[in-house]
């Protein structure tokens, strides 16, 4: 049958290892586009000379512009039938990458539950992305709601693999060359370092953006992430949203360059913990972020860097210093935040 | 006079020779738009390493996008006082172009032939888009239906140049250096190859993609097509149209982005037999994209290669699913059909 | 205090230098995306044979490009308190740019005035913008209108700066490896040079460019330029606008785009001599550009290329065949003109 018509629920065995198709060369142009429609401003991505400053042999690919292709390549397999994209865990960003390099990803069948109502069941999946020499640049779990073909098919005993509720500081990738200890804070303008912040502490930061339907477009077809929600309006008129869905991953990348004011000497993210999307975002919508200070953990054998575990609340068509605190106590969230994310970065401390 | 007002049909002689401005370096930056812009997924202009493993010395820059560019270099010579652009004939890529590549265009009147109410007449054209080496590249016919600054000049003896219905398989540029016999179908993810598909067999690709004003007009500023109809929605407003139109060739690399699903190792196009933009799109609209085997060529001295002639067919808000078959037989088109297009793909064939 | 608030007018001192965050490495990709942002059709940033053959030692980077992305480093310390952006003048070219360089920017206060009525106060800056050698590429002037953080708070002193009215000829930086004797009109397809302007000639450019929401916004992400103006529509209804504005200085890129027909081998702007946003640009807006040749200097010590100082006017929903003469006699600027630039470009002459 041409075309293929995506996985169900059946069509997954536990243990079963997915080749995804298409391999992508990341590039400058990339990169240009990632800063248009994100408003990006990380130096670690922006500058060449920071870059090599710190260590890096040229200015990596920005970390959720790979994430978001690597991603997109599982959802022709894993999520093209999904109903629900329900979460992820133990993300965790292991290698730069670079222009030029070319990125593949694979996923493994680790938990399978069918829902009481046998129309459909949960798949958990881990995947890795890896370069073209073969090293794994990032690893993720996630799992997706996906419709039975049918409802009397039958369904394995269910498996619910165990996941961590943060990456632990141990298993941060640090790369071995990055050299944090000379890191001028001229290049970003902010004084903060790790030592900085402090846990609980809130920030409310000032920028908000409104998204256009070209560019959350855009972005998703630049990722080549193909999952339907989010380019036909004909269909989804039909839908219960009634419109396009902007894809998630593409809040997660406007709402961390809206934090940019008040995180500027966050060089890297190390892992995501855990997120989910709260609420749908529609073009229109104008996206704020909230951070608050969860952890602060030093990291093994470095007194250059620290890293510090935050939660990035997305919000839209609120303004920061309208939103209550505690935000969203036991995860009740009001319409208007649309992402809750847990997330680890890399910034430079304050030497001794 | 400044600026120059373009051509009147009085102003094209036949025989005469036209170098387009301005060349343009083609670079990654252009091939991360194209993705953007389109959604493409062909593996042989995403994945630097697939198309080096086929012999290719790096990821050559998608062939529409190529075909735009030169087009676009056409337009304020040939078409810019175009009442109608009525189609194309005998369009064959010939080499690859690469990230750093220059393209210029040139033309060659060969036919012209007043309408019979004298305001306008047909130009038909040759056009060739060379390289920085001086290579052609590309070569196609086109035919403008273009005004005449008064309808009391004179017009030349009628000459239509006689034009394939195709480019025959002997005339395909198959580049020497490609060898598909070791081609990876799990890099596309499809087993599909040339021997798997069968003359008259439809394929109703499953993805649709609804145009916004934005991303049509990035296309074509990309494409440097200063043809106002795209553009300048105050003078449309006064049009028959009534807004911008969108670029038909941009509905073609949509429909081709589109198609993708059902013919992922169709890896370039070879020619392009002819075409139609059969009725017009604006922005709101929802592309779909079906499309008909028409001819299955086994090309001279290679059996790792085919080549298939493919019908494809634009939609626009109407799903696949909804279209009746034959499709438009004899020209009559129904107002959902915006595209109907014939063109040459190269496929890798199984091995015996 | 995290983010930080940006600086009030009490927060300036006279003669204090500030280093701009963030660097910013300019690549093919962001030259790519510049092309699609405006439609530029600029020679000398198209084609790199054509940049060769003028002794350049590759493609730069479009001029207006480093401009928008070097002012958009001295947005978050000099206006994102501004009221108002008032002018700039004595902006000078120094060098070109090319892809892989990295810019960065400082700015120095050369200038402080108190309004009358306390609560604000006019800031001059004299900005420079450096590659990644540490040479100046860039240098201009701006002054913007700052709230005070507090009407009691002491002013200083009033200085206002002497500014050119123009970049004199003997000040424009000429590349000394420039050679234009040889430069080929058939690149541009426009036989105008140097000489066949005339002072007083006025240029009805024919094009015209509708700007949507996701053109504008994409471009000033580019530049990472972060003025709130432009991208919070939610913040934006309250203000007296009641919606997201066009950054002035894509309007600019927009005009000198739409004014290449006419200006076609106008290669390179040496300086812009000062300016004005003298309406606001809103997306749904159709512009178009008219230019008046103002004065035309020969270069010392050159005989290849001569400078024209030119007026690019430009307009909102009205044809420029709409426009009366004389254009806005005395700086009375009816709401059809968004733009009054005045600058100077480097053009081939004709040889002896």
Chains 1, 2, 3 share one sequence.
Not at 24 to 34: N, Q
Not at 146 to 164: G, H, M, T
């Amino acid at each position: 049958m041409k075309p293929r018509a995506g996985r169900f629920f059946e069509d997954f065995r536990l243990g079963s290892r997915i080749d995804h198709p298409t391999p992508r060369t990341l590039t400058d142009g990339d990169s240009a586009l990632y800063i248009a429609l994100t408003g990006a401003r990380q130096i670690l991505h922006c500058a060449t000379p920071a870059a090599q400053a710190l260590g890096y042999r040229d200015r990596p690919i920005d970390d959720l512009l790979v994430f978001h292709v690597a991603f997109g390549k599982t959802v022709p397999d894993v999520s093209l039938n999904a109903v629900a994209n329900l979460g992820y865990a133990d993300v965790r960003f292991l290698a730069p990458c670079y222009a030029g390099d070319t990125i593949r990803a694979e996923s493994e069948v680790i938990g399978l539950r069918e829902n009481s109502n046998r129309r459909s069941g949960i798949v958990y999946v881990r995947s890795n992305a890896f370069n073209q020499h073969g090293e794994l640049v990032l690893t993720w779990v996630r799992w997706v709601m996906v419709n039975k073909r049918s409802a009397d098919a039958p369904a394995p005993p269910p498996v619910v693999p165990q996941l961590p509720a943060a990456v632990p500081a141990e298993q941060l990738a640090v790369p071995a060359f990055l050299r944090a200890a000379t890191f001028d804070t001229r290049l970003t303008g902010a004084t903060d370092l790790w030592d900085d912040y402090e846990i609980g502490e809130r920030i409310d930061h000032p920028s908000g953006l409104t998204v256009d339907e070209s560019d959350h477009t855009l972005a998703t077809k630049l990722y080549q992430n193909n999952a339907r929600v989010h380019f036909d309006e004909l269909a989804m008129r039909k839908s219960s949203f009634g419109r396009r869905l902007v894809y998630g991953g593409h809040v997660i990348s406007v709402c961390r360059a809206l934090a940019y004011d008040g995180l500027e000497n966050a060089l890297a993210i190390a892992a995501i913990n855990g997120g989910s999307h709260t609420n749908p975002t529609f073009a229109g919508d104008t996206l704020y972020a909230v951070t608050e200070v969860r952890e602060k953990w030093r990291l093994p054998g470095r007194d250059d860097l620290g890293a510090l575990r935050l939660r990035l609340v997305g919000l839209k068509n609120l303004p920061p210093a309208e939103l209550e605190s505690p935000i969203a106590p036991g995860g009740a969230y009001p319409p208007s935040i649309v992402l809750d994310l847990d997330y680890t970065v890399l910034m430079p401390r304050r030497l001794p």
